[in-house]
């Protein structure tokens, strides 16, 4: 069961959106909640598994709300949902440790589709973002040459010149490169990193390759260290190979 908090300043808003997820089996609304602070006692108290986040609230911002949010409950999957077709926004969701962007015109099926992956901790945003978005991160990450040049089992290991590490759970903090250079993977990491990025789950990657599920969570546990990522979309988009 999928356990959802809803957080937008407008009832109305909140009433249908639980009543098109409350009409699947699987899923179900939690807590709902008006601004930020409340979204911040409600995700303290629940640890919903996703919150829905609004970004145009009256006393703080979605992205500051989900900072928030995930620092006290750091399990949360955030997505933001918002009115905004604005890439900045995007951007911004994203630095900010959300796994989501969707905006409020899109159809209730759709919705559902990005709760279920941010459930399973995918990266979901509009397919019109998705250029831009891999593009801005490229440019942020600047590529180190004992790395960047490196291909292996389809995978360029990107090295940033700084190098994102949570301080807080939603907050990214750049710091030298230099004393945090990624570790090379093993053959086995490669080709568990290889299935995350097919949005294999970690028991389907055990099944796959005949291990044990803790196993495999070992596995992407180093991977997440040997890279410096919190997560894994952090660690696919650390390892994406120029296009």
């Avoid at 970690?202 to 044990?212: D, M, S, T």
């Amino acid at each position: 069961m999928v356990n959802v908090l809803i957080v937008d300043d407008h009832s109305l808003m909140r009433r249908a959106v639980r009543e098109v997820i409350e009409k699947e089996e699987d899923m179900q609304v939690v807590a709902e909640a008006s601004n930020g602070q409340e979204a911040e006692l409600q995700a303290a108290e629940m640890q919903p598994d996703v919150v829905l986040m609004d970004v145009d609230m009256p006393d703080c911002t979605g992205f500051e709300a989900t900072e928030r949010v995930l620092a006290c409950s750091p399990k949360s999957r955030v997505i933001i949902f918002t009115s905004s077709h604005q890439e900045q926004f995007l951007f911004q969701a994203i630095q900010k440790g959300a796994m989501g962007y969707i905006t409020k015109d899109i159809e209730p099926d759709a919705l559902i589709h990005a709760i279920h992956c941010a459930a399973r901790n995918d990266l979901c945003i509009p397919g019109a973002f998705t250029t831009q978005l891999l593009a801005h991160l490229r440019s942020s990450w600047k590529m180190n040459s004992p790395y960047g040049g490196v291909m292996s089992a389809g995978v360029s290991y990107r090295t940033p010149r700084r190098t994102a590490h949570a301080a807080s759970a939603g907050e990214i903090v750049l710091t030298d490169a230099n004393a945090h250079l990624p570790r090379p993977l093993t053959e086995r990491e490669k080709q568990i990193l290889d299935l995350m990025r097919k949005g294999r789950k970690n028991r389907e990657i055990a099944l796959e390759l005949a291990i044990a599920e803790s196993t495999v969570h070992k596995h992407v546990q180093n991977i997440f260290e040997k890279l410096h990522a919190r997560n894994r979309t952090e660690a696919i988009y650390l390892t994406t190979a120029e296009v």
